[in-house]
């Protein structure tokens, strides 16, 4: 290994439950949305059913992690309250984690409080849209609770972020976002932190496809990558083509994101996603 390359070099483990996982091969995460209004409509599950049908699935198609939302954070989402929010998530993490115990799952809320029933209930990681922006509990809840803590980076809120797109240097911006927000974490004991840079949240197709194409930028902060593409607008928008559609884009775009340098590949389609995994380490052993 050259020095260059040790300097930069990026933390490779997440303690889950006291397990030190390896991200030497990048994970995939599979998204489970407990929500009426995914903006893609083969991602909702909503049935006890569903929601157990899905999970087994994308844990046998080799899904590391299991990302549970009850909160639809696509543009100009519905703003349900925490009450709503919690109840669909309980509901599906006793489904689960009755069914797989062993299953890691991560809980996908900006709320501290919901993230906290997660937890207790079984999740053992916390994935942040706002990057600990939209609840000033976050950063001493994730603190308290001991665990991984995915950070993404996003302006506003679900509502209004498609306005907040104005950037003077978008890459510059992101990293010193996340730069002051780790140091913060470091202070109260955060060891394991994943960033996100947030493609399509607060960002033009444009914008997203800058961070996508300059993703190793980020490798200075030493930390893991998660990139979360999976059928996202700057795909079927660009194609000229529906979500549902999506899926060979999404794959094309996961490739990309693995070359320059993502850890964590956050997908509604766990098989293609593994397989694009196996293909980047017959290129890159």
């Given at each position: 290994?050259?020095?260059?390359?040790?300097?930069?070099?990026?933390?490779?483990?997440?303690?889950?439950?006291?397990?030190?996982?390896?991200?030497?091969?990048?994970?995939?995460?599979?998204?489970?949305?407990?929500?009426?209004?995914?903006?893609?409509?083969?991602?909702?599950?909503?049935?006890e059913?569903e929601?157990?049908?899905?999970?087994?699935?994308?844990?046998?198609?080799?899904?590391?992690?299991?990302?549970?939302?009850?909160?639809?954070?696509?543009?100009?989402?519905?703003?349900?309250?925490?009450?709503?929010?919690?109840?669909?998530?309980?509901?599906?993490?006793?489904?689960?984690?009755k069914?797989f115990?062993?299953?890691?799952?991560?809980?996908d809320t900006?709320?501290?409080?919901?993230?906290?029933?997660?937890?207790?209930?079984?999740?053992?990681?916390?994935?942040?849209?706002?990057?600990?922006?939209?609840?000033?509990?976050?950063f001493?809840?994730?603190?308290?609770?001991?665990?991984?803590?995915?950070?993404?980076h996003?302006?506003?809120?679900p509502?209004?972020?498609?306005?907040?797109?104005?950037?003077?240097?978008?890459?510059?911006?992101?990293?010193?976002?996340?730069?002051?927000?780790?140091?913060?974490?470091?202070?109260?004991?955060?060891?394991?932190?994943?960033?996100?840079?947030?493609f399509?949240?607060?960002?033009?197709?444009?914008?997203?496809?800058?961070?996508?194409?300059?993703?190793?930028?980020?490798?200075?902060?030493?930390?893991?990558?998660?990139?979360g593409?999976?059928?996202?607008?700057?795909?079927?928008?660009?194609?000229?083509?529906s979500?549902?559609?999506?899926?060979?884009?999404?794959?094309?775009l996961?490739?990309?994101?693995?070359?320059?340098g993502?850890?964590?590949?956050?997908?509604?389609?766990?098989?293609?996603?593994?397989?694009?995994?196996?293909?980047?380490?017959?290129?890159?052993?």
């Amino acid at each position: 290994m050259k020095a260059k390359d040790k300097i930069f070099q990026v933390k490779k483990t997440l303690n889950l439950r006291g397990n030190l996982v390896s991200l030497d091969t990048p994970a995939v995460m599979g998204i489970l949305n407990i929500t009426p209004d995914s903006f893609y409509s083969l991602g909702r599950q909503n049935t006890e059913k569903e929601i157990l049908s899905t999970a087994e699935g994308m844990l046998a198609e080799g899904a590391l992690i299991l990302d549970i939302g009850g909160y639809s954070s696509r543009p100009n989402a519905e703003d349900i309250n925490t009450e709503i929010e919690t109840d669909r998530i309980s509901k599906a993490l006793a489904l689960i984690v009755k069914e797989f115990p062993e299953a890691y799952i991560s809980i996908d809320t900006f709320r501290s409080s919901v993230a906290k029933v997660a937890i207790d209930q079984g999740a053992c990681i916390i994935n942040d849209i706002s990057g600990g922006t939209l609840d000033t509990n976050m950063f001493e809840t994730v603190a308290k609770l001991n665990v991984p803590y995915i950070m993404m980076h996003m302006r506003g809120t679900p509502q209004n972020m498609s306005q907040q797109t104005d950037y003077k240097n978008l890459l510059k911006e992101v990293i010193l976002f996340f730069s002051e927000r780790v140091e913060k974490l470091r202070i109260l004991g955060v060891n394991d932190i994943i960033l996100d840079p947030g493609f399509g949240f607060a960002k033009t197709a444009k914008q997203s496809y800058e961070i996508l194409q300059n993703l190793d930028y980020f490798k200075g902060l030493r930390l893991p990558l998660l990139a979360g593409l999976s059928r996202k607008s700057m795909i079927y928008k660009t194609l000229g083509i529906s979500a549902e559609e999506a899926l060979n884009g999404t794959t094309a775009l996961n490739m990309a994101a693995l070359i320059n340098g993502a850890s964590i590949l956050r997908v509604h389609d766990v098989k293609a996603a593994v397989e694009t995994v196996k293909l980047y380490k017959a290129i890159h052993p």
